[in-house]
């Protein structure tokens, strides 16, 4: 089924008109820090995890100290971002790896990353470009792959397929830059229930706009 089509170029720019959001939403200093809050990000707001890391970042500043921290006061520390005895495994597990693969340090590529226990090619491809400023691939959450299929710029459902879509229309520059606009508008206007489309800049030439009676194009998958 194909839909009206809508540029890139022109979401992009107004996105950027719009929204000037941060290189990540997520607090960190350090790569490790970034790396350790986007583990704790699966399931649970960038508030909570804002909230959590701020004393655990006290606790924990090398992978060394990930490490050493008894795996019951690193649980304790990070419960309520929930999943924690996952998450507490998974930040035990990948500091082993850093510290007798990497001398400590977080690996700066795709394929280094991604074989870290708990790192799928999202928080990869947001760690690569805030803490790197490297682009190889395009970080899709449940926001990207909404707003990607609203607009028609991707019909498929899984975030591999939607991200290889991305990367073919998107401008590799704008790699970094898509998920956090995404996620802005996502959060103000297109949410998940109740798009705002009457207030859109998009009102006119989204393919699911409903205030032009389109349907919902991520709900129609
Ligand atoms: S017109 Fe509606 S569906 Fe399209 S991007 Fe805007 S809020 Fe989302």
Redesign the pocket.
Known sequence: MSHSRISIGHILKELERIYDPPKSFIDWKTPLDLLVATILSAQCTDVRVNIVTKKLFKLCRTAEDYRDIPRVELEKLIHSCGTFRRKAKHIQGLSHILINEYKGEVPQTMEGLVELLGVGRKTAAIILYAAFEKLEGIAVDTHVMR?AQ??GLSQHKTPEKIEKDLMKIVPKEQWGRLNTLLISHGRA??TARN???GQ?V??DT?P????RGKKDLAQER
């Open positions: 707003l609203r607009l206007v297109c798009r705002k489309c859109c998009f009102m989204c699911s706009s409903q205030a």
